[in-house]
């Protein structure tokens, strides 16, 4: 599968912003879990969002989202998308959007490491 994420920008502190990443590939976008990472500059990438396969289940980096970002999945557009609100200078970062064949529909997956297909990220940058 091929990701493509989008929807980056600069915005202000308090602002909201909703960026996406859209698949492409002949497998069905249904057979893959997703998740959402983001690096900022001289920091190493960190979780911030995971579905499942079906969109049943959802995680989050508590210490990273405070409950101010949201995960949902269209398999029908074959995108996933992170809605984010009240955002804050220090979410400034590249989000990277990622992909994992799943065997079942229920698990979300938080670690990097184990997330196979990888888009080339997009960058928010939220001034103060």
């Known amino acids: 599968v091929q990701l493509q994420a989008s929807g980056g920008g600069l915005v202000h502190a308090g602002d909201s912003l909703s960026i996406s990443c859209a698949a492409s590939?002949?497998?069905?976008?249904?057979?893959?879990?997703m998740g959402w990472f983001r690096q900022a500059p001289g920091k190493e990438r960190e979780f911030v969002a995971a579905?499942?396969?079906?969109?049943?289940?959802?995680?989050y980096g508590d210490s990273v989202v405070e409950g101010r970002f949201a995960i949902s999945r269209d398999d029908d557009k074959k995108t996933v998308y992170l809605q984010m609100s009240s955002l804050k200078p220090e979410d400034t970062a590249v989000y990277y959007c990622?992909?994992?064949?799943?065997?079942?529909?229920?698990?979300?997956?938080?670690?990097?490491?184990?997330?196979?297909?990888w888009g080339q990220g997009t960058q928010v940058t939220v001034s103060s």
């Open positions: 990622a992909a994992k064949s799943a065997a079942y529909g229920f698990n979300v997956f938080t670690t990097e490491s184990l997330y196979d297909y």
């Open positions: 590939g002949r497998r069905t976008f249904s057979a893959y879990a």
């Open positions: 579905i499942s396969r079906t969109g049943s289940n959802t995680a």
